[in-house]
């Protein structure tokens, strides 16, 4: 996970993310998308709806379909062209 930011005044006691930050360039946001990354294995595939559960399992804000699209957008987890599989790879580092 990056060093670069500390994501604690994100996440509840239970290590869900509550709210995301309004800058889209904040290193809080990069943090807190590996943190979410970290939780998809990187020994399976999923479908939409597992993503969606999965998600629904790390934040409490009730937006599983924006983290998904983010996730994916910034290359964090991959998706198939027909957006039915996704998956996320082992980090290089």
Do not use: C
Not at 50 to 75: C, E, I, P
């Amino acid at each position: 996970m990056s060093d670069e930011a500390d994501v604690s005044p994100y996440l509840d006691d239970e290590g869900r993310i509550t709210h995301w930050p309004a800058k889209k360039k904040n290193a809080a946001r990069i943090a807190l998308r590996e943190y979410l990354a970290s939780k998809i294995s990187t020994q399976f595939t999923l479908n939409e709806q597992a993503v969606n559960h999965l998600l629904n399992q790390w934040h409490t804000f009730g937006d599983h379909a924006f983290l998904r699209r983010d996730l994916v957008d910034h290359g964090l987890i991959k998706r198939d062209q027909e957006g039915i599989a996704y998956w996320r790879e082992e980090s290089e580092t």
